[in-house]
């Protein structure tokens, strides 16, 4: 059996589709960054674009909020790929550091650029004492935030499979769905059913752990693919994936072959 190719207008109609659903992400933290941003343009700290008017005042700080932002999840991210085992409090300790030395570069850089004054050399330590006073409150506030976003796992239900268990944190149109698999993206999971697809906020470790009973396995360090999803495989260029039930496929790195191979799934 051969997967079934995509036509460039499906391809296409898939970029859109993703690029949808990022942008509603992103709507909702640049929703949050202007709340952020009208904030500190009421308080004004660290004395910074004090003579720029309101509006231009707004879009500073807005500015540094997205920034430190940015920075913050570049270096999460960057921890979880080298860093895993990293405890949380130093790793979030980490990610506040390098987003205040990210913004307090910023400011040095916009009051030179836009005010034409270099801040003093016996001031950056304050500065940068302040800058790392908020980056933390902001990197406490958005961690407890994802935990409690981070829904606990729901209870066992009688007689119900452990992917039947884990359907159950989506939406209920997916409750009698098939999982196909689960794939990361960045700090979301992407959860393959026969209904469709859907984002939920989870590690893939927590993911696996509540999958642990189910007839499915890892087959790459960001995708975990049920068995009896799997309708066939292709190779192109020495990379294996395998073909699940909704076209989608899944990459089988080579850390996890053996086990694919030992499942049966791949020759």
């Given at each position: 059996m051969q997967?079934?190719?995509?036509?460039?207008?499906?391809?296409?109609?898939?970029?859109r589709l993703r690029i949808a659903?990022?942008?509603?992400?992103?709507?909702?933290?640049?929703?949050?960054?202007?709340?952020?941003?009208a904030f500190l343009t009421v308080i004004r700290p660290y004395?910074?674009?004090?003579?720029?008017?309101?509006?231009?005042n707004f879009a500073f700080w807005t500015g540094l909020i997205a920034l430190g932002s940015l920075a913050a999840e570049?270096?999460?991210?960057?921890?979880?790929?080298?860093?895993?085992?990293?405890?949380?409090?130093?790793?979030?300790?980490?990610?506040?550091?390098?987003?205040?030395?990210?913004?307090?570069?910023?400011?040095?850089?916009?009051?030179?650029?836009?005010?034409?004054?270099?801040?003093?050399?016996?001031?950056?330590?304050?500065?940068?004492?302040?800058v790392w006073v908020i980056s933390a409150a902001m990197t406490a506030v958005g961690y407890m935030l994802e935990r409690s976003f981070l829904a606990?796992?729901?209870?066992?239900?009688?007689?119900?499979?452990?992917?039947?268990?884990?359907?159950?944190?989506?939406?209920?149109?997916?409750?009698?769905a098939e999982l196909y698999a689960v794939s990361a993206e960045d700090h979301y999971l992407r959860v393959h059913t026969s209904f469709g697809e859907e984002l939920i906020l989870m590690r893939l470790a927590d993911a696996m752990r509540e999958l642990a009973g189910a007839e499915g396995l890892?087959?790459?360090?960001?995708?975990?693919?049920?068995?009896?999803?799997?309708?066939?495989?292709?190779?192109?260029?020495?990379?294996?994936?395998?073909?699940?039930?909704?076209?989608?496929?899944?990459p089988v790195s080579r850390t996890f072959l053996p086990e694919v191979k030992a499942a049966g799934l791949a020759a």
């Open positions: 997967p079934e190719r995509l036509t460039k207008r499906e391809m296409r109609g898939g970029v659903i990022n942008w509603k992400q992103r709507g909702r933290e640049l929703a949050i960054f202007c709340v952020i941003g004395n910074a674009a004090g003579s720029l008017p309101l509006w231009a570049l270096t999460l991210a960057l921890l979880r790929r080298h860093a895993g085992a990293m405890p949380v409090l130093a790793m979030l300790v980490v990610v506040t550091l390098t987003t205040a030395l990210t913004v307090t570069a910023a400011i040095m850089l916009i009051e030179r650029l836009l005010m034409g004054d270099f801040i003093p050399l016996p001031y950056l330590p304050r500065l940068f004492g302040l606990p796992p729901p209870e066992p239900m009688e007689g119900a499979s452990p992917a039947e268990t884990f359907l159950s944190r989506l939406p209920v149109r997916y409750r009698t890892q087959v790459h360090r960001s995708w975990w693919v049920s068995k009896a999803a799997v309708r066939d495989t292709n190779r192109q260029g020495g990379k294996l994936s395998l073909v699940l039930a909704s076209g989608k496929e899944a």
